[in-house]
């Protein structure tokens, strides 16, 4: 089974920057795509930002030019670099793993990002 370990949340200022990583773990396919979701209390799972294996990126409007989803295909490790946080970006972040061939996804248990000041 894949496992997925999500790093790199905490309490940054608004203004400030914040970095996330997440690491799979277990026997995966050549093709799949990662992403990144997060969830405010009180509010519905919404999608941050998606990368292909191919590199192919996807944002919601509201991280759009802020936020940059990249991947390390060596290490099969995604990022998500956090510029300009707002006070709206307080969530927890998961880690998502589409294995495209048979439609599977795997989550991770979250890291908390806070933007207070």
């Known amino acids: 089974q894949v496992q997925l370990v999500e790093s790199g949340g905490g309490l940054v200022q608004p203004g400030g920057s914040l970095r996330l990583s997440c690491v799979p773990s277990g026997r995966l396919y050549s093709i799949y795509t990662m992403g990144w979701y997060r969830q405010a209390p009180g509010k519905q799972r919404e999608l941050v930002a998606t990368i292909t294996s191919g590199g192919r990126r996807n944002y919601a409007d509201s991280v759009k030019d802020r936020f940059t989803i990249s991947r390390d295909n060596a290490k099969n490790t995604v990022y998500l670099q956090m510029n300009s946080l707002k006070s709206d970006d307080t969530a927890v972040y998961y880690c998502?793993?589409?294995?495209?061939?048979?439609?599977?996804?795997?989550w991770g248990k979250g890291t908390l990002v806070t933007v207070s000041s």
């Open positions: 998502n793993l589409k294995d495209t061939s048979r439609n599977v996804n795997y």
